[in-house]
């Protein structure tokens, strides 16, 4: 095989404005992305990209940038969602009451790992690698 054929593909990036079409646009994002590499079954993914999108939409700050991009150690999807807010998410515990709140909970469940990290520029990434 070529080296060329070797070399790790660079992310794939979408900026959205944050807006209620925000979660929408990176579902067809990450849907062509998967279409592009071959993997049929995306519906994990639309979850996971649609839940991040949707908490930067509503909770964080500035535009929305989506990255999706196969891990160079193990060829899992990863899911990268960017914002400008300085609010960290977090699982809450489970609330039978509540009408919301429960996506990270479920996210937490539908991915290999999932994480947080600032960004040097201000705002955090919001990571979640596909199993």
Same mark, same amino acid.
């Given at each position: 095989?070529?080296?060329?054929? &070797?070399?790790?593909?660079?992310?794939?990036?979408?900026?959205?404005?944050?807006?209620?079409?925000?979660?929408?646009? =990176?579902?067809?994002? &990450? =849907?062509?992305?998967f279409?592009?590499?071959?993997?049929?079954?995306?519906?994990?993914?639309?979850?996971?990209?649609?839940?991040?999108?949707?908490?930067?939409?509503?909770?964080?700050?500035?535009?929305?940038?989506?990255?999706?991009?196969?891990?160079?150690?193990?060829?899992?999807?990863?899911?990268?969602?960017?914002?400008?807010?300085?609010?960290?998410?977090?699982?809450?515990?489970?609330?039978?009451?509540?009408?919301?709140?429960?996506?990270?909970?479920l996210?937490?469940?539908?991915?290999? =790992?999932?994480?947080?990290?600032?960004?040097?520029?201000?705002?955090?990434?919001?990571?979640?690698?596909?199993?």
């Amino acid at each position: 095989m070529p080296a060329a054929a &070797l070399a790790p593909e660079a992310p794939s990036t979408l900026v959205l404005d944050p807006d209620s079409e925000a979660p929408r646009l =990176a579902r067809r994002f &990450l =849907a062509e992305r998967f279409a592009e590499w071959g993997i049929e079954d995306d519906y994990v993914g639309r979850v996971v990209v649609c839940e991040l999108v949707t908490n930067s939409y509503l909770h964080g700050k500035g535009q929305i940038v989506v990255r999706v991009f196969l891990d160079e150690r193990d060829g899992r999807p990863v899911v990268e969602v960017w914002d400008g807010g300085e609010g960290r998410p977090e699982v809450r515990p489970e609330n039978y009451a509540a009408v919301s709140g429960r996506g990270l909970l479920l996210l937490a469940e539908l991915v290999h =790992a999932w994480g947080v990290r600032p960004l040097n520029e201000g705002g955090k990434v919001i990571w979640a690698k596909l199993r």
